[in-house]
Nanobody
Framework: QVQLVESGGGLVQAGDSLRLSCVAS????????WGWFRQAPGKEREFVAA????????TYSESVEGRFTISKDNAKNTLYPQMTSLKLEDTAVYYC???????????????WGQGTQVTVSS
């Protein structure tokens, strides 16, 4: 059974940094591509960042480019986004997801975590 469990969310102030974690089990972590998505209140879920199975390719949405860094630790089966210079508009539920192909398209991700809430206050 595949499980993705996010953690690390919380309430932070604008300008702060935060690192989320996503621990995966039940699949071969190192052979999968991984992504982070988020859903703000009243909005559709959107792509945030992705990293390839080998870690050589990374891509980010324009809204987080330069502020977020996606990484993973294959030994720990864990995916991270390091989020810096957080803004009010970063407030959302953040989800990790797995894909068998390199893509930013949400529909191609077949396994999802339950999400973790990040709230940025002024």
């Amino acid at each position: 059974q595949v499980q993705l469990v996010e953690s690390g969310g919380g309430l932070v102030q604008a300008g702060d940094s935060l690192r989320l974690s996503c621990v995966a089990s039940g699949l071969t972590f190192s052979r999968s591509d991984w992504g982070w998505f988020r859903q703000a209140p009243g909005k559709e879920r959107e792509f945030v960042a992705a990293i390839s199975s080998g870690g050589h390719m990374r891509t980010y949405s324009e809204s987080v480019e330069g502020r977020f860094t996606i990484s993973k630790d294959n030994a720990k089966n864990t995916l991270y986004p390091q989020m810096t210079s957080l803004k009010l508009e970063d407030t959302a539920v953040y989800y990790c997801a797995r894909s068998s192909v390199w893509t930013v398209r949400e529909g191609a991700y077949d396994y999802w975590g339950q999400g973790t809430q990040v709230t940025v206050s002024s």
